[in-house]
């Protein structure tokens, strides 16, 4: 089943990147969000404390809320980078390492994203469940761990040449 094709403002690098991709072409604004999310719930919490005094310690609400605001802020920043690899917002940088990064496998002779022990079919059902599913994560947080080759782009502008179809004869 093909990608869905959906008009972006900006070129779209990967439909599905894998989480490593994802995480190492992370802005240092996606950590300062990630940052402020987990700092932002304990203080939310002390704020909300002050307002109105419960006269209960606050250390395990405390940790509990750090926890979850370090969960919530690193999923948060996840999606903002990979809505750069969907084009849907700004990606110059993103577009400029994804090119280099793929151009040098491409002529190192190796596949452009990895190679996989799956078979073909748990590759292709990866990438179904897996494709924009960081839109989803409210309801489940889903990453691409699995090496496929449906990504919704042209391989052929890294240099990868098509394979010739050869029959036995």
């Known amino acids: 089943m093909p990608i869905k094709e959906v008009e ?5 690098i990967d439909a599905d990147p894998h989480a490593s991709r994802v995480v190492r072409y992370m802005r240092p604004s996606d950590y300062a969000v990630w940052a402020g999310a987990t700092a932002g719930v304990p203080a939310a919490l002390h704020l909300w404390e002050m307002a109105d ?3 209960v310690s606050l250390k395990t609400p405390v940790r509990l809320g750090g926890f979850l605001g370090f969960i919530g802020g690193f999923m948060l920043a996840y999606q903002r980078s ?3 690899f969907w084009g849907w917002s700004e990606n110059k940088r993103e577009e400029e390492m994804d090119f280099k990064e793929l151009s ?5 002779g190796k596949p452009l994203y990895g190679t996989s022990q799956q078979p073909e079919w748990v ?3 990866a990438s179904a469940n897996s494709t924009f ?3 989803k994560f409210s309801a489940i947080p ?4 699995v090496n496929h080759n449906y990504h919704g782009t ?3 502008k890294y240099g990868v040449q098509p394979k010739e179809s050869t029959e036995d004869s």
């Open 82 to 84: 990979s809505a750069r």
């Open 142 to 145: 889903m990453f691409n761990f």
């Open 53 to 55: 005094p419960t006269k």
């Open 123 to 125: 590759q292709h059902a």
């Open 104 to 108: 040098q496998r491409a002529s190192e």
């Open 154 to 156: 042209d391989p052929a």
């Open 133 to 135: 599913s960081q839109l």
């Open 8 to 12: 972006t403002p900006y070129p779209r």
